[in-house]
């Protein structure tokens, strides 16, 4: 995690492209949002490998990933916090309920990069741990290159248990 004034950590949005795709993931859905737009969702987009859908609210995302998977086919979704608050119930009773592999990578908007989101001064960053933890849903904070490591591990963990997981992105990658 970088220190308070240290503005030298990056996160690299090829290098989650890159674990995204060593992840078996095909399909990535999104609703655009300003945390991971320039660094992951753009490249995305022209990355030939990979296969974006675009919708209209984040809970859809939940109903296509699951679809997905019951066709043997891996999806991650790429959204806002505020988007996945507006989502819970789909989450709760697809991803939670069902036991889906649903795979969230989670843009957290105006997130103090230099904090643990538990300690956000922004209450909408705030609550999203306590509530993935109350929902019983991994999750893994993405704030340097150091911690992409975790997603390949994460993903696959998912889709063999099968369950939800969430990679909380704590700066705009680059």
Do not use: W
Not at 10 to 27: D, H, N, P, T
Not at 155 to 164: D, F, K, L, S, V
Request: glycine letters at 6%; proline letters at 6%.
């Amino acid at each position: 995690m970088a220190s308070a004034g240290n503005d030298r950590v990056l996160l690299s949005g090829a290098r989650i492209i890159a674990a995204i795709k060593a992840s078996a993931i095909e399909y990535v859905l999104s609703v655009p949002d300003i945390t991971t737009s320039s660094g992951l969702l753009e490249p995305i987009a022209h990355d030939k490998d990979l296969r974006l859908i675009r919708v209209c609210k984040e809970d859809e995302c939940i109903g296509i990933a699951s679809g997905l998977s019951y066709c043997d086919k891996r999806a991650l979704i790429l959204i806002q916090h505020t988007g996945f608050l507006d989502s819970i119930n789909a989450i709760r009773g697809i991803a939670v309920e069902y036991k889906q592999p649903i795979c969230m990578m989670v843009g957290l908007l105006q997130h103090e990069p230099e904090r643990t989101p538990r300690a956000s001064s922004r209450y909408g960053v705030r609550i999203m741990e306590p509530i993935l933890d109350d929902m019983g849903i991994a999750h893994h904070l993405i704030s340097a290159d150091a911690d992409v490591a975790k997603i390949q591990p994460a993903i696959e963990r998912a889709y063999g248990e099968p369950a939800p997981v969430a990679f909380l992105i704590g700066r705009s990658p680059t």
